[in-house]
């Protein structure tokens, strides 16, 4: 059984699929940790709700960012996390995380990475883009993190189409759906070793 730790910033509706998952037994792994850089995220209440280990970590509780990075890889190494997960988290990863967990961190960006991504590319940013661009499809990327926003290795992709009437809001409502499902899969496809992560 694998552990995960998830980093949050918002509502966590992907750390619930992810939570969920793993309660019902198609995600063979356990949430030990959620982590958020929001003292007041509705997702460490809800993870808490679950028996889950919740921590507030940011620039409040750690002013100095290397001690605030210190304090997230003790944190994950210390309840034992096999994989992090990035489900809505809105900061960069520091160095030493990145270090202690290379090939091991993946998020959830929602949309055909490379097209619309980068810093400033998240939420309902990335649907209006796609919209204005006249896109006709768009998607959900897994990929791995590193020191560059959103140019991590892609582990798995699923496309979503783009209606014609389709608004920001509307297209969010859709991708999300895709997000929760692809999310587990893939984590759960890392697990088998049907996708085997670089240099791991």
Do not use: W
Request: hydrophobic share 40%.
């Amino acid at each position: 059984m694998k552990k995960l730790g998830i980093l949050v910033s918002g509502r966590g509706s992907n750390m619930l699929a992810i939570i969920d998952a793993c309660e019902q037994g198609s995600l063979s792994a356990s949430v030990e940790v959620v982590i958020s850089n929001n003292g007041d995220s509705v997702a460490l209440t809800l993870a808490k709700e679950k028996n889950i280990y919740v921590e507030h970590l940011s620039s409040c509780t750690h002013p100095d960012p290397d001690q605030l990075d210190v304090a997230m890889t003790e944190l994950l190494t210390g309840c034992d996390v096999d994989y992090v997960l990035l489900a809505g988290f809105m900061k960069k990863i520091g160095p030493k995380t990145l270090a202690a967990y290379k090939s091991r961190i993946i998020n959830i960006h929602p949309s055909l990475l490379p097209k619309f991504g980068g810093q400033g590319m998240f939420g309902i940013n990335v649907h209006k883009a796609v919209i204005d661009a006249g896109e006709k499809e768009t998607g959900v990327t897994i990929h791995l993190v590193d020191e560059e926003y959103d140019k991590g290795s892609i582990l798995a992709q699923r496309t979503v189409a783009v209606a014609p009437d389709d608004t920001p809001e509307t297209l969010a409502v859709k991708v999300l759906k895709v997000e929760h499902v692809l999310f587990a899969e893939t984590i759960q496809k890392i697990i088998d070793n049907s996708i085997i992560l670089p240099d791991h």
